[in-house]
């Protein structure tokens, strides 16, 4: 049985290990921006390429969870290729309704997330960035003009009026977006630090009890 006493202790840890989390997957989002904007012999030069940019594997995402009391966060990074089968800025009609689809799904996480319906989790902002999206809705198209190694990061803020409720996260992504085959997950909660892998058919993520 868990010390009353050590409750305020024990949300002061997780909400220390959720911003480090959130704030490692921000600079490293960051890193690849920088990155693709000056190109990657600029980065070698200057030592500025991270380990996420080097990273860029197709059919492979990262996610990070972070709970902190109501407060769920999910911050997605992949790349292009997993969910729209192309990279590049959108060059037919096609690709752009691809692209406009895709957004306007991270926009409100339909069918990707889900949770136990007693946790009553939903959904307060929806934010996604990518290269090819409109400059309106996320960050400029580089001046370069380069089409290589598009990435994606989103994030997710759930606020769940019964977060210990939620003992998983079930995980559409494989289903809306086929050509993702592996999902590394990275997570904080005030039961501490955890990762998983999942692949299909895997849905689920359990979370630490």
């Known amino acids: 049985m868990t010390d009353p ?8 840890v997780c909400r220390q290990l959720a911003a480090a989390l959130l704030a ?3 600079l490293g989002a960051a890193a690849q921006d920088r990155q693709r904007s000056a190109g990657p012999a600029s980065a070698a030069r ?11 594997v197709h059919g492979a995402a990262r996610l990070t969870v972070a709970l902190d009391a109501q407060a769920l966060t999910l911050r997605l990074e992949a790349p292009l290729e997993g969910l729209l ?8 009609e096609a690709q752009r309704s691809a ?16 949770f136990a319906p007693g946790a009553a989790c939903r959904l307060m902002a929806g ?6 999206f409109d400059a309106g809705l996320a960050i400029s198209v580089p001046s370069s003009g380069r089409d290589d190694h598009g ?15 939620i003992d998983s996260i079930g995980i559409g992504l494989f289903d809306a977006y086929p050509r993702l085959r592996r999902l ?12 998983r892998e999942l692949r299909p058919p895997a849905r689920t993520v359990a979370l630490p009890r």
């Open 85 to 92: 089968g192309f990279e590049h800025r959108p060059r037919t």
């Open 46 to 56: 200057d030592g500025t390429a991270s380990p996420a940019s080097r990273a860029h």
């Open 24 to 26: 490692a997957a921000a």
């Open 151 to 165: 990435d994606l990061d989103a994030t997710f803020e759930f606020r769940c009026d019964r977060p210990e409720a």
């Open 99 to 114: 692209v406009a689809r895709l957004q306007a799904r991270l926009r409100s996480a339909e069918g990707l997330f889900s």
């Open 184 to 195: 590394s997950v990275e997570g904080a909660t005030d039961k501490g630090q955890w990762k």
């Open 5 to 12: 006493a050590e409750a305020p202790f024990r949300r002061t």
């Open 127 to 132: 934010e996604a960035r990518s290269a090819v």
